[in-house]
């Protein structure tokens, strides 16, 4: 449950998950003492990083302080020195914990267009332009969670295989997630699935649909099959209003669709649980690339932020000040090297100080 003490753990994680994070702390740090917010942040390791320090990518003690916080802010994991381990040794097992000890089942990742970059994205901008589209992703279910799931050695030939299982009630409050979350929106919702080739898809659309005829009537609900979908965002994207989708699904057309905007570090996501609390990450990876540059983009972790202060923390209009502030700064030719297009550009911690001057 949220506390009445608003506290915020900070998991930076690896690779630019750490400057990204350190520049959103420090926007933090301003509005906590300018707003007198009295948020108390906790910072520790998680990851590699973890990996590295503690010989576990999740201590018990970081998933004990993220079960007594009202938000998680979560940067990045992962490196490819650690693709050999162990998988309850590998950076990404920590992520996948964390959602599922705190039951983070609903993962909301908005994929938007700032007109001022449309030139940045791969498609043309009148295709583009004014893009608004809300993913609803199910993070606790599906293929990624489901038993038995192995590699089978001893067989010849070897094997491996995975399940993908739902249930009526992780169904139906994902649903619910997506349909409430399109009443704020232009009421409509795609749900997406592979019904023509699986049972589980089957049994997710007949599970949205009766929900959708129970409470939701008034909004339009269609259905899509996957890969369709896939298509069509690259088509059409502006066709969608809110999309839901399973793990699987959900994860690869939020990827899709984050690529569209330009770059996938101006997008924040969030992952829900039923008292909303919260971990807010932005969905980019570690990017070990550039990682230690100075010129990762911190908005989307910025805009992550954001995102919990309005879902976690019940600070709506800090929340839409930070946005604007964004908006700003973008208007006003702010950019990063991922949006700059070869024109001059900010270094992490730069932007921060910006948004910062914009607030102020």
Not at 93 to 114: G, I, W, Y
Not at 311 to 317: C, V
Request: some cysteine; aromatic content about 6%; proline content about 4%.
């Amino acid at each position: 449950m949220i506390k009445d003490t608003h506290k915020i753990l900070a998991l930076p994680g690896d690779g630019i998950g750490q400057e990204v994070m350190d520049a959103t702390l420090e926007v933090l740090d301003f509005l906590n003492t300018r707003e007198s917010l009295g948020i108390e942040l906790k910072i520790l390791s998680v990851g590699g990083a973890s990996y590295d320090e503690h010989g576990t990518p999740l201590t018990e003690t970081a998933l004990d302080e993220a079960k007594k916080s009202s938000a998680i802010l979560f940067g990045a994991v992962g490196a490819p020195k650690y693709d050999n381990l162990a998988w309850d040794k590998r950076p990404e097992h920590a992520l996948l914990t964390l959602r599922k000890e705190l039951n983070l089942f609903a993962n909301l990742r908005p994929a938007f267009l700032f007109n001022e970059l449309a030139g940045a994205s791969s498609l043309k901008p009148e295709i583009i332009k004014d893009l608004d589209i809300l993913i609803v992703r199910e993070l606790t279910g599906g293929l990624y969670f489901g038993e038995p799931r192995g590699i089978n050695e001893n067989e010849s030939p070897k094997r491996a295989f995975n399940t993908m299982v739902y249930n009526e009630i992780e169904i139906n409050r994902i649903a619910k997630v997506a349909f409430e979350s399109a009443a704020k929106r232009k009421n409509k919702v795609c749900s997406v699935d592979k019904a023509n080739v699986l049972e589980v898809s089957k049994f997710w659309r007949e599970q949205v649909t009766k929900l959708h005829a129970k409470d939701f009537k008034d909004q339009h609900l269609s259905h899509m099959l996957a890969d369709n979908a896939a298509m069509q965002l690259v088509i059409n994207p502006n066709q969608f209003d809110v999309i839901l989708a399973s793990n699987l699904f959900g994860d690869i057309l939020s990827d899709i669709a984050a690529t569209l905007t330009g770059s996938i570090g101006m997008l924040p996501s969030a992952s829900l649980n039923e008292n909303n609390v919260g971990m807010y990450e932005p969905c980019h990876g570690s990017a070990p690339d550039i990682a230690g540059q100075g010129i990762a983009n911190p908005l989307a972790m910025i805009l992550s932020m954001s995102m919990a202060m309005r879902y976690s923390l019940n600070l709506d209009s800090l929340a839409d000040r930070i946005d604007n502030s964004v908006k700003v700064f973008v208007m006003n030719g702010g950019r990063t090297k991922d949006i700059a297009s070869g024109a001059p550009y900010l270094k992490t911690h730069e932007v921060a100080k910006e948004i910062i001057q914009i607030l102020s």
